[in-house]
């Protein structure tokens, strides 16, 4: 990491020896920051897709490994139809301009949930970001759209049934393991911090099982005003936290 950057984030606070290497974000408050204005809400999801593009580069540039953007949950679909095509629009023009212009810079997307549920022009242009990056070697970005944690593990059920009815894995073999790998994105670790904007206390059905041991920030701050201060601020909260996994506490001295 370069000397301004780790000059610039021991002044906010923050350790660059010792950054979340995967941060998962509930990005709320969308709607809200609209209403405030007297604008329609899919304006407010348009600043918040400004917020994902800033917020990629800042937890880049601050050496976070994996980024997992709650983008568009199983439930959203209840929403007016306006609104959810409004959505689509974004993610799709999102996967055919700022994320490319992302992904050029070394960026990895990746899509968790069921992409088979999205209209064909958001999954085709996803898919097409998803292959053109596999190789690259930043940071990994996961947006998770037709998300839901209970459909995750669901369909983590199924896949292992369905191996154990093909006699190639027996049920003793199932452990919290085999689990973890059959959920959609294997290879990442579990979220060290989960950050929830606009200030709601809930998980929303968000990364339940790989959440187990995330350190929570919540803050009130909606997602469209979300500035690289209040990322730092988040980490700085973090390194804060003494993480004991149900142990005790590691000796001092020790991370
Ligand atoms: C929650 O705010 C936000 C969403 C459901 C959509 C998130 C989408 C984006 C940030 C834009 C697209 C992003 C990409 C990566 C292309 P809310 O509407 O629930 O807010 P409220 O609780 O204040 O109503």
Redesign the pocket.
């Known amino acids: 990491m370069p000397d301004n950057q780790r000059r610039k984030l021991t002044s906010a606070g923050v350790d660059p020896d010792r950054i979340p290497g995967h941060v998962a974000i509930i990005?709320?408050?969308?709607?809200?920051?609209a209403q405030q204005r007297g604008l329609p809400?899919l304006e407010?999801?348009r600043r918040?897709?400004r917020?994902?593009t800033r917020i990629v580069r800042v937890a880049s540039d601050a050496g976070v490994r994996a980024l997992t953007?709650y983008?568009?949950s199983a439930e959203?679909w209840r929403r007016p139809q306006d609104e959810v095509s409004g959505?689509m629009r974004?993610?799709a023009a999102?996967a055919h301009r700022e994320l490319r212009r992302l992904t050029d810079e070394g960026v990895q997307l990746r899509v968790s949930g069921r992409m088979e549920g999205l209209p064909d022009f958001v999954r085709e242009a996803l898919l097409a970001d998803i292959e053109r990056t596999k190789n690259n070697p930043g940071l990994v970005l996961t947006?998770a759209v037709n998300y839901g944690g209970r459909a995750e593990i669901a369909d983590a059920v199924q896949s292992i049934a369905r191996r154990v009815a093909d006699g190639e894995l027996s049920p003793e073999a199932i452990d919290e393991e085999l689990v973890s790998k059959s959920l959609y994105q294997p290879d990442l670790p579990d979220p060290d911090l989960l950050i929830r904007t606009?200030a709601e206390m809930r998980v929303s059905n968000f990364l339940l099982w790989q959440i187990a041991y995330s350190e929570i920030h919540v803050t009130p701050v909606?997602?469209p005003d979300f500035a690289e201060a209040d990322l730092l601020k988040a980490i700085a909260d973090y390194q804060s936290r003494v993480r004991k996994f149900g142990g005790v506490p590691a000796p001092s001295g020790q991370k």
């Open positions: 990005m709320d408050g969308n709607g809200r920051w809400r407010g999801h918040g897709y917020t994902v953007l983008t568009f959203n959505i974004l993610i999102a947006l606009a909606l997602w």
